[in-house]
DNA sequence: CATCTATTTGGCTATTTGGCAAAATAGATG
DNA sequence: CATCTATTTTGCCAAATAGCCAAATAGATG
């Protein structure tokens, strides 16, 4: 295997950059379960909706949700359900 | 399995959080071969010792790293070889 | 103890982040 | 087209981050 340039790991650090943030491991665990609509989220969150959003849109940028309009509502899903594994193996860290 | 509190998801996202920059993924991917100085890694990296210094000092405090003096040198190893794995399914996630 | 080397710490600046509130937007519906 | 609802965007501020340089520290060694 090459050794990685510092561009790879760039792009690995915004992926794992987007998950460092206890709301938006909340938001991936729950949509682990079923795509939920952004003022559900915000139930969950206890935040701002407008906080929630940018949580979402950091998620997005990063390749690990995608959204689907139903009429008024946007449904956000997991892009990339495997971030969980990941998010999972740092939570099993024997520290 | 219990639904993780908000602060399940804080100590999760430290964790991450130390992780999420490229100099850091750097050191810990070069620690995977073996232990190294801080001098070495400055080499590696290329920004100032002191820089590299307290990206050590980040790794160190997420537990991710450990350190040995030997004479005038430390030598830091992976505390916690698995965090790699993470890394690495990360690096394969499909975008 | 003086000094040397490797490393950490403190101080500074520029940039990014996270949060709320208010304003703007996108579709749905009257 | 007016209006309603869900969501995003913008503006603002406080706090955190990353980087460099200079000063401090910890051991080793003369």
Redesign the interface.
Known sequence: MKA?T?N???A??A???A????????IL?SLKKKETCVCELRDMVGDDISTVSKHLLVLKKA?LVAARREGNWLHYRL??P??L???A???G???
């Open positions: 990685k510092k790879d790991y760039a690995q650090a992926v794992i950059k998950m460092a943030h206890p709301t938006r491991l909340l665990n390749g892009a990339c495997c971030v594994d990941f998010a193996c740092v939570a860290l024997k520290r």
